[in-house]
């Protein structure tokens, strides 16, 4: 099991910035990538971002450019997953969820989600 808790969503001006942090707990040794979704109103849920444990990253191509991913290890059995928002938009207005993508067998992969933070640009 992990366990994800999202922080950071803010209601911010058109070109502001945000970092929202998504700190992971329990079985983090398993984990093959974490990211970012998000969801806006009448949408689906869409991928913004990832990091696999390796350090590779991937971008949706509409925030290429703007946000960084990254993520920090702590010997605790934490691991902390950043979302560096810069040159925010209104349509980046959206609930950002935490995702954490684990291995649980051979070949088998979970899906781990936070509850989400929201994120609102105002223009």
């Known amino acids: 099991q992990v366990q994800l808790v999202e922080s950071g969503g803010d209601l911010v001006q058109a070109g502001g910035s945000l970092r929202l942090s998504c700190a992971a707990s329990?079985?983090?040794?398993?984990?093959?990538?974490m990211g970012w979704y998000r969801q806006a109103p009448g949408k689906q849920r869409e991928l913004v971002a990832f990091?696999?444990?390796?350090?590779?990253?991937?971008?949706?191509d509409s925030v290429k450019g703007r946000f960084t991913i990254s993520s920090i290890s702590r010997a605790n059995a934490k691991n902390t997953v950043y979302l560096q928002m810069n040159s925010l938009k209104p349509e980046d207005t959206a609930v950002y969820y935490c995702?954490?993508?684990?291995?649980?067998?051979?070949?088998?992969?979970?899906?781990?989600w936070g509850l989400g933070t929201q994120v609102t640009v105002s223009s």
């Open positions: 995702n954490a993508n684990v291995i649980v067998g051979v070949g088998l992969l979970n899906d781990y």
């Open positions: 329990g079985s983090i040794f398993n984990i093959n990538r």
């Open positions: 990091i696999s444990m390796g350090g590779a990253t991937n971008y949706a």
